[in-house]
């Protein structure tokens, strides 16, 4: 089945994010690998979302989770071939999931052989492949972003006897983008997994491309203007692709991202996730309204990218040093809970398994306007090892059924990447995916249900979005319209019943629709509307006039 | 339609008459509000000059100190015909985004409630006590719609101690100049220090916190259509808290001028206050006939100041008041006063203005003797109060003459020694409180 030809597609689809070496080892060698994801499309098709995204699959030594990229245009051995990922993404393709791969332009590996020749030394041509000086003092007052493990974004090499300039860890050198080198060889990166056929890019680090003196090194001109052009020369030469900016900024920087809707075509909205979960805890909606009214409008053809968790820490680098301390204090109280600025705990452990409370936020996340993103095992309410190092523990093995390493793979349980959760309460044999698909009302079939009823109603993915002002703080309700279709969103953010009267005299006459389980609701009138909601209950109308 | 709201302690069928009524639509405020840890309540009355930034002071404080609690600001309105209510609404709702966070964690609700058709400070701090019992405020502060004075750091000074030290009652300290608050100086606070035991000096001010615990007794007490408590009830509520074994403490908050609006009528203050007091005694008199002696009541920061500036306002004619006031209630003073106590009040009213001194023997064994009087309602209780006004008038001015030109030190000196005076003469109101009339 050839993929619709829409160059709209990213705002309507339900993206899944996955590490390819997480998901279904196939042969045995305890590691994930492409045959084996091309083995669980199916899951993926029935889940019902239309797109994945794939974080790096690339050659690297790993030691930042693939982010450390050693060879762009190959796949690391241990995940298979050029090929297995080609046989991958056709399949995918067959089966209407377009495929989202990450471009880790920033930086690459310092074992990748462009920075092998550039430290080899200083009359290399590539030497200004990246960013050297002499001494460590350049760019002053520049954040350090893994505050846990670097001291500086200088790290002296021994064998060229200068410093060079890494943004992220000390074994990532930052590509020197000034040089028409470098940009033109990160295109033909690019052309290359275009060309084989994949639908877009997640465009890892994008505000750090670009350094200059005096300023924070990120968000300049300079890297709009790079990012601009890869996206004219891919708009000429590739339909239907999507940009996704990684850019943990305030939404006021991130607008820049979107340009004239001639850069990205979507960008995470990162201050708005950790206040989803500010706001479930303090029982307010104020939160979430804040942060939404400071976000400014967007082009048309342009999408935020929402999202609850992700493969690292849950970053509270967006929020005040009072709101960070609210969070570490409720949901990181073990300080092994916490690194760099943010929280390395998956969504069900920090909803401490609550199933109410993990539907609400998944409600809001498939409600709100933007393209959702669902982390693996999310889905199922897998669980987190706050133990492993870095954010392993977020990254532990997909858990299929209750057997052998949970069905993840066949290889001795010490073999794995990493070992499976095995715990009493999120362990593989309580949580996966083959007991929940025999129970009707598990969280999967729940998640199923959502995301079908999502994909039946355009208006949640382009529709509009109006705040209702009820003075119960406790509640969060919105409505969302497109065209002729309008969707009320009450949501209850509150740990127990409410009651809330809501203003809809412009919807006067209209009947509301519960879309679950498509009941009728009283007409409404004159008067404010009354609903009144269990625990972290959520309803989503549609309005009808009829 | 009104809904009917009854305590806690006596929810009746029987008893829903009598119970307070808070309106439906106050009510659905506070239904949309729901449970709170901290309550600040601002009783107004044409106050749209004034109460924006009472408002922005409360909210300061909260952003600054309180920032996870749950945060109600209750405007209770005497029937404003100004714009009250619209200002305490809507003003500096905060838009102004911090750069890279919000303006508070959570919501700070703003309920406003119209309570009466006239304003009754009884009626509008019955209405924030009930309020508070119903929202189970953990901690709750009143404060004035007319101070402008108040600060954030006031409102911080004022809850701290009742929300994080487990106080239950706070009566606020200020720094006033050495010609404010003489009335608190040379009556209230040594009158009420001597009979309660406590040294609690603003007992009649415009501020105070209380614990959630205090509201529901408070809302409890069958005094709330009395009128000494409708017109002023801060001074029961911290007699309350003392007799009633509440941990109380005082805090200091700041430098505070003289009331903007309206200005001081001595009459209706004294009547208002002096008459709250003595119907406190009159309450509580189990609790202070055994007392001896006063105790230091916890303080956060300054005792008190007295700042050494200000002028005192026409003493002369505070004098001709006095001398006027004694001979025009000479039958009236007769039937209160004992006839030593009547000659001798007579002999300094006549006095030359110069030389003219009212010592503390001799305005105490008065005051005394008036508390008495009122207790065994000699004549109308009213006209008792009232008749203490030129013997006020007689002590200011006495007061202003013989400090004209003294340090503050000095000043404090003497109030202190009037406080001794009026503890070492209680053996004398009890005499007299007792006696058969």
Known sequence: ?546 | MFLAFSSRAGEQAGNLAEDILLGDDFIRQLMSVGEVDLLIGIPSYNSAITIAQTVRAIEESVHQNFVRDRIVIVNVDGGSTDNTTEVFLESDRRKAFDRRGLTSLRTIHRVSWQYGKTPSLGMAVRTIVAAADLLRARSCAVVSSTTIDLTASWVTNLLRPVHKEKFEYVSPLYARNRYEGLLSRNLLYPMVRAIFGLRMREVYSGEWAFSGRLAAHYLDQDVWAEEPVRARPEGWLAITAMCSGYACCQSFLGQKGAPTVGGVDTVEAIRQTVGNLFWCMERYQEHWLDRVGSQPVPTFGPEHEILNNGAPSNPEKIFELFRTGVAELEPVLASILTQETHRQLNGIASEDAEKFRFGCELLVRALYEFAASYHHAVINRDHIVQALVPLYRGRLYSYLLQHAHSSVEEMQADSELLCLEFERQKPYLIEKWNAKS
């Open chain 1, 1 to 546: 089945m050839a993929l619709r030809n829409d160059n709209l597609w990213y705002k309507d689809a339900v993206i899944y994010q996955l590490h390819v070496r997480t998901f279904y080892d196939s042969n045995a060698d305890g590691i994930g690998d492409f045959p084996g994801l091309t083995q669980r499309l199916g899951y993926l098709q029935e889940l019902g979302v239309s797109a994945l995204w794939l974080m790096p699959f690339y050659p690297s030594p790993l030691k930042d989770d693939g982010y450390d990229i050693a060879d762009y245009t190959s796949v690391h051995p241990s995940y298979g071939t050029v090929q297995d990922f080609k046989t991958f993404l056709n399949a995918a393709h067959d089966r209407n999931i377009r495929v989202i791969v990450e471009m880790v332009l920033n930086h690459t590996s310092d074992q990748h052989p462009w920075f092998q020749e550039s430290r080899s030394s200083r009359d290399n041509p590539k030497r200004d492949w990246y960013v050297w000086s002499d001494t460590d003092t350049k760019y002053q007052g520049v954040p350090i972003i893994f505050v846990d493990t670097e001291m500086s974004n200088w790290a002296w090499d021994p064998i060229s006897k200068q410093y060079y300039w890494h943004r992220f860890f000390s074994h990532q050198p930052d590509l020197n983008y000034d040089n028409p080198a470098v940009r033109e060889a990160m295109w033909q990166v690019m052309k290359f997994w275009l060309d084989m056929g994949v639908d877009g890019f997640r465009l890892d680090a994008v505000p750090n491309l670009v350094e200059r003196e005096g300023t924070r090194c990120e968000n300049l001109p300079e890297t709009h203007a790079i990012i601009k052009d890869y996206r004219r020369r891919i708009d000429l030469a590739y339909p239907n692709k999507m940009l996704l900016a990684e850019a943990n900024q305030w939404p006021t920087d991130v607008i820049s991202y979107f340009g004239l809707g001639d850069e990205f075509h979507m960008a995470f909205h990162f201050p708005l996730m950790p206040r989803m979960f500010m706001a479930v805890k303090l029982e307010d909606r104020k939160p979430i309204i804040d942060i939404l009214e400071q976000t400014p409008p967007i082009p048309e053809i342009c999408q935020w990218c929402i999202f609850l968790r992700n493969h690292d820490e849950l970053t509270l680098e967006m929020v005040t040093e009072i709101e960070r301390d609210y969070m570490y204090d409720t949901y990181a109280t073990d300080k092994a809970m916490r690194i760099n600025l943010g929280i390395r705990r998956r969504l069900a452990p920090m909803m401490e398994n609550d199933r109410r409370r993990i539907e609400l936020m998944n409600g809001l996340l498939l409600s709100m306007p933007g393209t959702p993103v669902i982390y693996y095992g999310d889905e199922i309410g897998m669980g987190d090892n706050i133990y492993l190092g870095d954010r392993n523990g977020v990254r532990t093995p997909m858990q299929w059924n209750g057997g052998w390493n949970g069905g993840f793979s066949a290889a001795d349980p010490e073999r794995l990447y990493s070992p499976v959760i095995s715990n009493p309460v999120y362990g593989y044999q309580a949580v996966n995916v083959e007991s929940q698909r025999r129970s009707e009302h598990s969280l999967l079939n729940w998640m199923r249900s959502l995301i079908q009823t999502r994909n039946l109603f355009q208006v949640f993915s382009r529709g509009s979005i109006e705040f209702l002002d009820p003075s119960n703080h406790r509640v969060l309700a919105y409505v969302r319209q497109l065209g002729g279709a309008t969707v009320l969103v009450v949501n209850n953010l509150s740990s127990s019943a409410q009651a809330v009267e809501l203003n809809l005299q412009r919807y006067k006459g209209h009947i509301p629709i519960e879309m679950f389980g498509r009941n009728l609701f009283p007409r409404i009138g004159e008067l404010p509307y009354l609903l009144t909601l269990g625990p972290y209950q959520f309803y989503w109308f549609r309005l009808r006039r009829i």
